[in-house]
Structure formats: structure tokens, C-alpha cells
């Protein structure tokens, strides 16, 4: 089963949804997919999951899909699965800086994902990942401050820019 979720965000992420429907037909997919009003074919389809179902499916997924979302991606982790990601990006409306892209490519260069900056490279993506259904991980001092270095920086930032 391939496990796709688009996270909690308010804004919609069709590119990701229309790119499901380059995978195999005949492969079981589950889509948590938001505001967005796509439907891939022969998905089974939620909006939202409440925390337990969405970890229930992280753990049967054989593949797991998710936008570049810290919450969704450490989800994935936890849970033993090296999540496929596709970043959501604010020249296409999906969030309002590129700080996924930027999360990503940290996240990849880490060894914890898969990172798909274009969704037309999905299929490949899911194909190489049908192998690595599970990731070994442990705290990483390294990574653990990076990422709070990283989150520091930006709340610093967004708060110039509110003022």
C-alpha cells in the first residue's frame, strides 16, 4: 500500500495529487489529501485522519508520500519509514515561502528522505523506495541542531516581517 498525506495545510496540493495518477494501476493507494478537490483514481480518499489512523497507515504503507512538512516527515520517521517528499512550493500558491524545498534538500542530504522536487519523478521515486520500507534512527545530535538552528532562524525572520 502506498500512503500519501498532504499534512494540515490550509492551502491545497494538487501538484502531488496529480501525479498519483502516473503510478501502476492495481496498487492500493490511501490519500489524506486536504482542501484539495482532486481525487486520484482508485484511491481511497480522507480529508483529514485523526493522529492514530494516520500513524496506523504510515506503519501497513510499504511507501510513504508526504509533502516536505517537519511534522509529517518526523511522523514518518518515527514510525520507521523514510517518507518520499515532495516540497510545496510558493510560486505554485502552496505555502508562503519555499521553506519545505529548503527542509527537504536538508532532510535528503541527512539520508531521511526522498526527495522529489518534481512530482513528474514520482513513479521512479515510489519505484526505488518499494525496496527501503524501513529506516533504523536514533536521535541525531547533529540534525536535532541544525533543525533547531534552521526553525530559529525562520521564526526570526517571519517576525521581522510582521512588524
Not at 502506498?2 to 490519500?31: K, W, Y
Not at 523514510?82 to 510560486?91: E, K, N, T
Amino acid at each position: 500500500m502506498i500512503f500519501v498525506t498532504v499534512g494540515t495545510n490550509e492551502a491545497r496540493f494538487d501538484r502531488l495529487l496529480q501525479a498519483l495518477e502516473a503510478l501502476p494501476s492495481g496498487t492500493e493507494i490511501v490519500v489524506q489529501h486536504g482542501p484539495s478537490r482532486i481525487r486520484p483514481s482508485g484511491a481511497r480518499c480522507f480529508d483529514y485522519l485523526d493522529f492514530d489512523d494516520l500513524v496506523r497507515l504510515i506503519r501497513r504503507a510499504r511507501v510513504v508520500i508526504t509533502h516536505a512538512g517537519v511534522g509529517s516527515i518526523m511522523t514518518a520517521l518515527a514510525n520507521g519509514r523514510r517518507p518520499v517528499v515532495v516540497p510545496r512550493l510558493v510560486r505554485f500558491g502552496e505555502a508562503v515561502d519555499d521553506h519545505q524545498l529548503e527542509f527537504g534538500r536538508r532532510a535528503a542530504q541527512a539520508g531521511l528522505v526522498h526527495l522529489v522536487e518534481d512530482p513528474d519523478d514520482l513513479v521512479m521515486a515510489v519505484t526505488e523506495e518499494s525496496e527501503v520500507t524501513a529506516v533504523p534512527h536514533g536521535p541525531d545530535a547533529r540534525l536535532v541542531h541544525e533543525l533547531r538552528d534552521y526553525i530559529s532562524a525562520v521564526v526570526t525572520a517571519r517576525g521581522r516581517y510582521s512588524r
